[in-house]
């Protein structure tokens, strides 16, 4: 057992922002189900909010290959959102999964939803590169 973790107070902040951030995603993934009902010829739906880095994209990709990959990574977001509120319901939030060490603020901060601390994370990556 964690001896000394985040404080009622704080896991319950992280809570609200966790929330508010997966109402945000459902959001974008709500719109962009929209989008794609009704066909690519009506582009009314707004995505211009969402700043995309050109690198990841490559430079041909036509807008509705952009919102599947936005949809993708915004279903996955939904995931890990919704196990890092399981996480702060059975207090296990904010500890590394891989060493247990506790994940420092300035990262949940940045990634509230982030499951290993800087260096296990680095570490998987390399794993999962590998693969
Ligand atoms: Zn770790």
Redesign the pocket.
């Known amino acids: 057992m964690p001896t000394k973790g985040l404080s009622n107070e704080r896991l319950e902040n992280y809570e609200k922002i966790l929330i508010e951030e997966k109402e945000q995603t459902q959001r974008i993934i709500n719109n962009i189900n929209d989008i794609q009902r009704r066909g690519n010829k009506d582009q009314s739906g707004d995505l211009s909010s969402y700043s995309i880095h050109q690198a990841d994209m490559g430079t041909d990709t036509d807008e509705s290959e952009k919102r599947v990959y936005i949809l993708n990574k915004e279903l996955e977001k939904i995931k890990e959102i919704n196990s890092a509120l399981r996480r702060i319901y059975d207090k296990s939030y904010g500890i590394?999964e891989?060493?247990?060490?506790y994940i420092p603020e300035n990262r949940l901060k940045i990634v509230p939803y982030a499951r290993?601390?800087i260096?296990?994370k680095s570490k998987e990556e390399k794993n999962t590169r590998r693969k």
């Open positions: 590394c891989i060493c247990g060490c290993f601390c260096e296990c």
